[in-house]
């Protein structure tokens, strides 16, 4: 039973849901360093299933080029570059503070969500299928995943907001598996993640999630989507190297 695809699958999901229904029905006031001690709790339940059971191998290096990491990794890029003018601005108007605190929580968000996500869920979700579109059934599971763990911020948004939120993070989460898989390398994914989660203006204030208007959403969801078509098209993914992350190549 422990060597059931499925068993093996479905187990850390239910951890992180576990832990995650705890951090947000308990009754605990904001702060930082909270956050952060959720964060790291969430990260150790996976993990040590990871190293005393499942063994998913997690890719930290490169397998492409330093000049196909920009074309695949653009939005990295795109939200370092923004992140960039945003701390500018926070410095000069006298918020150090602030930019530490965002950037230490947005890191460790990232580090915690895509470790549990694309690095352990993702392969294990591939592995759950097979056949030539197994790529795509792991990718929509791991994110689909993803974007339902946001159901817990229900304990401190409206419905609409949670929604929304859900929506655009299985979006994302699809985007980050893609550049995750073509890279081979998780700390883009972790860094990405991290500049995506990065808001210094509404650090400390937990509560602020806008819903937003219904053409903006499904232009942005619809638009990370076809990013993540882009880079796992056909032609593509047949580079994508499975083998190092524990699993059967596609032939």
């Given at each position: 039973m422990l060597k059931n695809k499925w068993v093996q699958l479905i187990t850390p999901i239910l951890v992180v849901w576990l832990v995650l229904g705890i951090s947000k029905f308990a009754v605990h006031p904001y702060s930082i360093v909270g956050e952060v001690t959720w964060e790291v709790i969430l990260l150790a339940g996976p993990l040590l299933l990871n190293l005393g059971w499942l063994n998913q191998s997690i890719g930290l290096t490169s397998t492409v080029s330093l000049h196909k990491l920009v074309w695949i990794n653009w939005y990295g890029i795109f939200r370092a570059l923004m992140a960039i003018v945003a701390v500018v601005i926070a410095i000069r108007n006298g918020?150090?503070?602030?930019?530490?605190?965002?950037?230490?929580?947005?890191?460790?968000?990232?580090?915690?969500?895509?470790?549990?996500?694309?690095?352990?869920?993702l392969?294990?979700?591939?592995?759950?299928?097979?056949?030539?579109?197994?790529?795509?059934?792991?990718?929509?599971?791991?994110?689909?995943?993803f974007g339902s763990s946001h159901l817990f911020n229900l304990t401190r948004q409206s419905l609409l907001a949670t929604s929304e939120q859900m929506l655009m993070a299985t979006a994302i989460g699809a985007f980050f598996a893609a550049i995750y898989l073509r890279t081979g390398n998780l700390w883009f994914a972790i860094l990405t993640h991290a500049l995506q989660d990065l808001d210094i203006a509404n650090v400390g204030r937990p509560d602020v999630q806008l819903a937003m208007p219904v053409i903006s959403?499904?232009?942005?969801?619809?638009?990370?989507?076809?990013?993540?078509?882009?880079?796992?098209?056909?032609?593509?993914?047949?580079?994508?190297?499975l083998k190092r992350l524990g699993l059967t190549p596609i032939i």
């Open positions: 918020r150090v503070a602030a930019v530490l605190s965002a950037f230490v929580l947005a890191m460790f968000i990232g580090l915690t969500e895509e470790y549990i996500f694309r690095g352990m869920l392969p294990l979700a591939i592995r759950a299928f097979s056949g030539k579109h197994q790529i795509f059934f792991g990718v929509m599971v791991s994110s689909i995943v959403l499904v232009i942005t969801t619809v638009a990370f989507f076809v990013f993540a078509w882009i880079l796992l098209r056909k032609t593509k993914v047949k580079t994508v190297d």
